[in-house]
């Protein structure tokens, strides 16, 4: 499984589980390191990331934003806040990729802006 991949499976486990908190989906992926290592990023840093996706909302509250996109933007800001070997430019290009995939052309240019607005702040 490639990156691409990698970051698709977790995207699934992550809407699953906000849409159903008890989820036992990640537990599919113990034997695959990148998915494990982010998911627990995710979610042992869930606050913070969410506070960040939050502090760069205008006019749309964090409720409002469809599970499928909020869950694309924790892996994008897990991936830049404690993945450093993984390119800003890279985590941004994924997380866009994932969204015309997933959710739909509107949210894709939502996720590049967001995102595109985190590389001169200070995180």
Same mark, same amino acid.
């Given at each position: 499984?490639?990156?691409?991949?990698?970051?698709? %499976?977790?995207?699934?486990?992550?809407?699953? =589980?906000? *849409?159903?908190? %008890?989820? +036992?989906? &990640?537990?599919?992926?113990?034997?695959? *390191?990148? $998915?494990?290592? *982010?998911?627990?990023? &995710?979610?042992?840093?869930? %606050?913070?990331?969410?506070?960040?996706? =939050?502090?760069?909302?205008?006019?749309?509250?964090?409720?409002?934003?469809?599970?499928?996109?909020?869950?694309?933007?924790?892996?994008?800001?897990?991936? &830049?806040?404690?993945?450093?070997? $993984?390119?800003?430019?890279?985590? &941004?290009?994924?997380?866009?990729?994932?969204? +015309? +995939?997933?959710?739909?052309? =509107?949210?894709? +240019?939502?996720?590049?802006?967001?995102?595109?607005? *985190?590389?001169?702040?200070?995180?």
């Amino acid at each position: 499984m490639n990156r691409k991949q990698e970051r698709e %499976e977790l995207l699934k486990v992550l809407f699953e =589980k906000d *849409l159903n908190s %008890e989820s +036992k989906a &990640i537990g599919q992926f113990k034997n695959n *390191l990148f $998915i494990e290592k *982010l998911f627990n990023d &995710i979610d042992e840093n869930k %606050e913070r990331i969410d506070s960040i996706i =939050k502090r760069h909302l205008k006019d749309w509250s964090f409720e409002r934003l469809p599970a499928v996109d909020r869950a694309i933007l924790r892996i994008a800001l897990a991936e &830049i806040l404690y993945r450093e070997e $993984i390119p800003l430019s890279v985590s &941004i290009n994924e997380a866009v990729e994932m969204a +015309k +995939k997933f959710s739909d052309e =509107k949210s894709s +240019k939502f996720i590049n802006g967001l995102l595109g607005n *985190l590389k001169d702040e200070e995180l």
